[in-house]
């Protein structure tokens, strides 16, 4: 789809007013009901706007970053609450080169049923299927993951538009798109060529999400940045207000992949953008930190960014998600920990 | 709630920290014993005692003693007498103590966290990750200046006993920029905490104790005013460093005019907070929010006044209210408090008194839909918007949480508004665009500046203010400096001049051609005001001419050419270089006319005559060449930033010379002052006032520019006294009789006005270096600049 195309759709976004479009495919009972999120139409790339968000000072985000989790302390009861938060909005992830589908279908098997019997019971959360939001994996895998979630309302997700680096050919990378949601996927995490973002070149940029976008149809369209191989914050900034303009329904800071992950650093300035787009088009665009977030602390530090810096709201999965492998079992020590007062060990916990 | 309520809520809840370890020790101590004088714990000598109170809940923590004027003269004695011992022992000794000191605080830093978050209601965060570890920092980095002093500090000597006095807002950060540089110098040290805030000095005296502080080192003595003054008055205390209010720190000046005592002074603030509209303005609001909204703004250099730029500032201001909803008030020991109570219910009513009269006065303040604790002496955040400078809000350092706002257009308005004040502790910068910040930090007055940053503070960089914030500095080198000393070689003691000195005899002779001596103001001969002449008496006491008799209006008229001579501030320093050596080359062109002068005035031998206009125009030789060498320098703080540590002429500085030695000692007085950019009033020797006249000639073809010396001639000690009581004047040096000297100290307190005195005698202007040095160090202010980096 070109920029023209993409104006068009705007324009006629903008006439319609604003297209309330729940999370589709989901097949079972939502976890909490909440309202649903208008879902981003996108916008005409607007490099004047794009100019005015320049200005990001790492030392500040970084003296604010540091400051944000020493500012909040979450306890007892409410750090057991916030840490069952953090599994509903995750994303639990298999991306390893020697994934096989037996291996998928044991994640999803771990993502149905996610907490030994005896910690649902004592958390007193039997009957609401606290759960990871999504399965995320590999296209081959999109198939096995629908078939294992079926019914569950659990989302499946899968990495595409040759991920890690993206630098195939664009025809390809919009056909795998369509490969994946033909096969069931309802999220899609396309990833950026990072080389557009140091050519400042945003209308080619803008164009390739829009055609992501246009290929995801009703499945939602996650933008990951790879924000550990653009080097300033300046530079994850204006990549993410591209990739909202262009249409993303998420914008994910890493594929797990770059030799550095999600820092909160990098959190905030996305998250920021994320603000600075919904106070200009009254949008909500979420936000997915992946890589490297595997104890459940950094995981509330997470949480508490998100109601910080941007509200409540992003705390459903609807504009929230952890891309996560490991976090979960971390997670499920702690809860142990608070219903028992004992330290757990990662054995007493099923593997995914 | 259950678990799945608090899953949908989504709430903080409490995050209380444990108190009980504060608790077991208020509980296991007689704090009526609390006053530690030469190592031991006494009761106050009266039995006096005062309840310190838990400003959450008015709970009182603990009665502690209340130290009288004779406990401060058994600390003095103590402190005193430990002196020699502290002063002889090796700097490596000292070194280890302070070591010691801080070792012993980072193992104890969570006990003095809670107790000062008691004491003082300031949130546990702030207390834990701030004050606390600031205050270690302050010892550990002291200790590298104890062991390195004699040769970082060559010729300088701890100053003796000192007596310290510090506030509630900071007290073990206070305590600590306090104690750690007076030790390090070799000093022995009297330190009053608070009255509000006595617990953790009382925890540090029993660390002092534990870490192996020789006793009567350091003496603490919790007391209130009383104690204050006894200390500031007392006859065996070397110098004084305070940090409190203005208004003490104006009657601390008054009370130790006069008394030799060295005096640093860290006041209040009203301090600028510049958003210009290229800042990061999300991270510009967290800025306020560690600068306004940090330790409830009960802060000296809290970022007080918010100066944004016109076309942002509606967008900044909605952020700002945005991330004011989001402030938490509660408990200071809950971990998720953002605000605690002020310190005490009198601060309450006064800042809710000024934030009513800033609303009556034309402001729009608007405070955030947020939980206020039902008890306690909590105080919403508040932004004042629309605030002109005339309002009360923009005026009055409120100490409170309490934001003033206004708009500019430029950033010469800015940089207007911003020294629209009669304070200069700090200002922060806000731009990313960096040639832009470097233009404005330099113009702004303002002893801290930071880029990007608020409230940013280490051990290794100097703190304190321009103009009514006080003087001195703490924190780095420049700190040190304030606890050390280089003895003055003073001489005998000046007689006051008769109020009618003998008029001269007339002239055996007539001059061949008459010739009239005038007042050199802005660059231009003029006549007195009064249009009356001074006599001046030849060696003989015969008529030698007639010098302008100056008065009060011929200063104001010479304070106001030296204000508008800009140029010679922004010239450059190599700049300024030249033109002093030019000075100097035409001084040496008319040395021997000078040395005529001085042997008609002054009856010296014509050798010695030719000697004293020799070593004046060695003297200006030597500062000419050093305008452009007494540079700053660049603390290396633990945070990628660099802190450039400025140095920035002090402003218009006023010269009273002797008449001991009338050239040089006008010389070595004015050179100085040049040479690091001043400009200068100067009222030269009484006596021998021709040779001023002379000199001015001189200066009107060496390029200087019109104002950057001014010469009034007339009655000394009453053209000092109209200097001292002149409040555009920013520094005063003075050379003259005990009184005079004492006066302009006293007078000085109108705008803090920086003063020197010879204390009533000559001084010896060819005692080796010291007076050149000393000297320029006085001829500049310290500017931190903070630059964070990192893109």
């Known amino acids: 789809m070109t920029s023209k195309v993409r104006e068009a759709d705007a324009q006629r976004a903008a006439n319609d007013g604003a297209t309330i479009t729940p999370l589709p495919g989901r097949a079972g009972p939502p976890l909490l009901s909440h309202d649903a999120v208008a879902r981003n139409p996108g916008m005409p790339l607007d490099l004047g706007w794009l100019e005015t968000m320049r200005q990001v000072n790492r030392s500040a985000l970084e003296r604010r970053a540091a400051t944000l989790a020493k500012r909040r302390s979450i306890k007892a009861d409410n750090q057991a609450a916030w840490l069952l938060r953090a599994v509903s909005v995750m994303d639990l992830t298999t991306l390893n080169s020697n994934d096989t589908h037996e291996r998928v279908r044991r994640l999803c098997a771990k993502a149905v049923r996610p907490f030994r019997q005896d910690l649902v019971e004592g958390l007193g959360i039997a009957g609401v299927d606290i759960r990871p939001a999504a399965v995320c994996v590999y296209h081959p895998f999109v198939a096995t993951a629908v078939s294992a979630l079926a019914g569950t309302g659990i989302h499946v997700a899968a990495v595409s538009t040759a991920f890690p680096h993206g630098l195939s050919p664009l025809k390809t990378r919009i056909e795998e798109v369509e490969a994946s949601v033909a096969d069931g996927a309802d999220e899609i995490d396309v990833v950026i060529p990072r080389g557009l973002v140091y050519e400042s070149d945003w209308t080619m940029l803008y164009d390739e999400i829009a055609a992501f976008r246009a290929a995801c149809g009703d499945a939602h369209l996650k933008v990951i940045l790879g924000t550990g191989d653009l080097s300033t914050l300046r530079n994850v900034t204006l990549a993410s207000m591209v990739a909202m303009m262009a249409g993303a329904d998420f914008i994910k800071t890493s594929t797990g992949k770059e030799s550095v992950n999600a820092t909160l650093p990098v959190g905030l300035a996305m998250v920021r953008a994320i603000r600075a787009y919904h106070e200009r088009t009254g949008f909500q665009i979420g936000f997915k930190p992946a890589g490297g977030i595997s104890t459940a602390k950094s995981a509330l530090d997470w949480l508490v960014l998100m109601k910080e810096e941007l509200g409540r709201p992003w705390l459903e999965p609807e504009l929230f998600r952890f891309g996560a492998s490991s976090l979960l079992t971390d997670i499920e020590r702690q809860l142990e920990h608070h219903l028992t007062g004992r330290y757990s060990a990662n054995h007493r916990h099923a593997m995914a | 709630m259950n678990i799945l309520q608090r899953y949908d809520a989504m709430d903080y809840g409490p995050a209380p920290e444990a108190r009980n370890e504060a608790d077991a020790w208020l509980a296991h101590r007689d704090l009526g014993k609390a006053l530690f004088i030469g190592g031991a714990w006494r009761s106050a000598e009266r039995g006096a005692t005062f309840p310190t109170e838990d400003p959450a809940t008015g709970e009182t923590l603990a009665i502690v003693s209340d130290a009288g004027t004779r406990d401060v003269d058994a600390a003095v004695a103590a402190a005193r007498q430990a002196l020699p011992k502290w002063q002889a022992k090796s700097g490596y000794e000292r070194a280890r103590i302070l070591y010691a000191i801080g070792r012993a605080m980072q193992r104890n830093q969570r006990l003095f966290a809670v107790l000062e978050s008691l004491d003082n209601g300031k949130p546990i965060r702030e207390s834990r990750?701030?004050?606390?570890?600031?205050?270690?920092?302050?010892?550990?980095?002291?200790?590298?200046?104890?062991?390195?002093?004699?040769?970082?500090?060559?010729?300088?000597?701890?100053?003796?006993?000192?007596?310290?006095?510090?506030?509630?807002?900071?007290?073990?950060?206070?305590?600590?920029?306090?104690?750690?540089?007076?030790?390090?110098?070799?000093?022995?040290?009297?330190?009053?905490?608070?009255?509000?805030?006595?617990?953790?000095?009382?925890?540090?005296?029993?660390?002092?104790?534990?870490?192996?502080?020789?006793?009567?080192?350091?003496?603490?003595?919790?007391?209130?005013?009383?104690?204050?003054?006894?200390?500031?008055?007392?006859?065996?205390?070397?110098?004084?460093?305070?940090?409190?209010?203005?208004?003490?720190?104006?009657?601390?000046?008054?009370?130790?005019?006069?008394?030799?005592?060295?005096?640093?002074?860290?006041?209040?603030?009203?301090?600028?907070?510049?958003?210009?509209?290229?800042?990061?303005?999300?991270?510009?609001?967290?800025?306020?929010?560690?600068?306004?909204?940090?330790?409830?703004?009960?802060?000296?250099?809290?970022?007080?006044?918010?100066?944004?730029?016109?076309?942002?500032?509606?967008?900044?201001?909605?952020?700002?209210?945005?991330?004011?909803?989001?402030?938490?008030?509660?408990?200071?020991?809950?971990?998720?408090?953002?605000?605690?109570?002020?310190?005490?219910?009198?601060?309450?009513?006064?800042?809710?008194?000024?934030?009513?009269?800033?609303?009556?006065?034309?402001?729009?303040?608007?405070?955030?839909?947020?939980?206020?604790?039902?008890?306690?002496?909590?105080?919403?955040?508040?932004?004042?918007?629309?605030?002109?400078?005339?309002?009360?809000?923009?005026?009055?350092?409120?100490?409170?949480?309490?934001?003033?706002?206004?708009?500019?257009?430029?950033?010469?308005?800015?940089?207007?508004?911003?020294?629209?004040?009669?304070?200069?502790l700090a200002a922060s910068v806000w731009s990313e665009t960096i040639s832009r910040a470097l233009q404005v930090a330099p113009e702004l007055k303002a002893g801290v500046v930071w880029i990007n940053g608020t409230n940013m503070f280490d051990a290794s960089c100097g703190f304190g203010g321009y103009r009514e914030s006080g003087f001195g500095r703490e924190g780095g080198r420049e700190g040190m400096l304030e606890y050390l000393t280089v003895k003055t070689p003073v001489g005998r003691a000046i007689k006051p001049r008769p109020k009618r000195a003998d008029t001269p005899e007339p002239a055996e002779a007539a001059p061949f051609l008459d010739r009239t001596a005038k007042l050199f103001i802005g660059g231009k001969q003029v006549r007195p005001d009064g249009n009356y002449a001074l006599q001046i008496g030849d060696r003989k006491g015969k008529l030698a001419g007639e010098v302008g008799l100056g008065n009060r209006k011929d200063i104001r008229d010479a304070v106001q050419a030296a204000r508008n001579c800009r140029a010679w501030g922004e010239a450059t320093a190599y700049n300024r270089s030249q033109v002093l050596a030019f000075f100097t080359e035409n001084l040496w062109a008319r040395s021997d006319a000078f040395a005529a002068r001085l042997v008609e005035l002054t009856g010296v031998r014509a050798s010695v005559a030719r000697q004293e206009v020799e070593a004046a125009v060695e003297r200006l030789f030597e500062h000419a060449g050093q305008a452009d060498k007494f540079e700053g320098r660049v603390h290396q703080p633990p945070a990628r930033a660099v802190t450039l540590a400025l140095h920035e002429p002090v402003g218009v500085i006023g010269i009273v010379g002797p008449d001991e030695a009338p050239l040089l000692s006008l010389i070595s007085l004015l050179a100085p002052a040049l040479a690091m950019g001043n400009t200068v009033v100067a009222v030269p020797s009484e006596q021998h006032a021709l040779v001023a006249t002379d000199l001015y000639q001189v200066i009107e073809y060496s390029d200087l520019p019109a104002g950057a010396i001014n010469i009034v001639t007339g009655r000394a000690a009453e053209l000092a006294a109209v200097l001292a009581r002149h409040d555009d004047v920013d520094g005063l040096w003075l050379i003259g009789d005990a009184d005079t000297c004492r006066l302009a100290e006293a007078e000085s307190v109108g705008n803090l006005k920086r003063v020197w005195t010879g204390g009533g005698r000559t001084v010896d202007w060819n005692a080796g270096p010291w007076a050149p040095e000393a000297l320029r160090q006085r001829a500049v202010e310290i500017k931190n600049v903070w630059v964070p980096y990192g893109d």
């Open chain 2, 129 to 424: 990750d701030i004050d606390v570890p600031l205050a270690i920092r302050h010892f550990l980095y002291h200790a590298g200046f104890a062991q390195d002093l004699e040769n970082a500090f060559p010729g300088k000597v701890g100053v003796g006993v000192v007596g310290q006095i510090i506030p509630w807002n900071f007290p073990l950060l206070m305590l600590a920029w306090k104690i750690a540089p007076a030790l390090a110098a070799g000093c022995t040290t009297v330190l009053k905490p608070a009255e509000f805030t006595p617990l953790t000095a009382i925890l540090f005296g029993e660390i002092c104790a534990q870490a192996g502080v020789p006793r009567g080192v350091v003496n603490i003595l919790p007391g209130g005013p009383e104690a204050g003054a006894a200390l500031v008055e007392h006859a065996g205390v070397d110098k004084i460093a305070f940090t409190g209010s203005s208004e003490v720190g104006k009657i601390i000046r008054t009370a130790t005019a006069g008394s030799g005592k060295k005096l640093s002074l860290e006041l209040g603030g009203k301090s600028a907070f510049i958003v210009f509209e290229d800042a990061d303005l999300d991270s510009a609001v967290e800025g306020l929010v560690d600068g306004i909204w940090f330790n409830q703004g009960q802060v000296c250099c809290a970022g007080s006044r918010l100066i944004v730029q016109e076309n942002v500032a509606d967008t900044f201001y909605a952020k700002v209210r945005a991330r004011m909803a989001k402030l938490r008030l509660g408990s200071p020991l809950d971990k998720n408090t953002d605000i605690g109570p002020l310190v005490a219910a009198v601060q309450r009513e006064r800042v809710s008194g000024l934030v009513a009269e800033g609303s009556r006065q034309g402001a729009q303040c608007w405070q955030p839909d947020i939980m206020l604790p039902a008890t306690g002496h909590y105080y919403l955040p508040t932004l004042a918007t629309g605030v002109s400078p005339a309002n009360i809000l923009a005026q009055e350092e409120v100490f409170g949480p309490v934001l003033a706002a206004m708009s500019f257009r430029s950033a010469d308005e800015a940089v207007e508004l911003a020294n629209n004040t009669r304070y200069g």
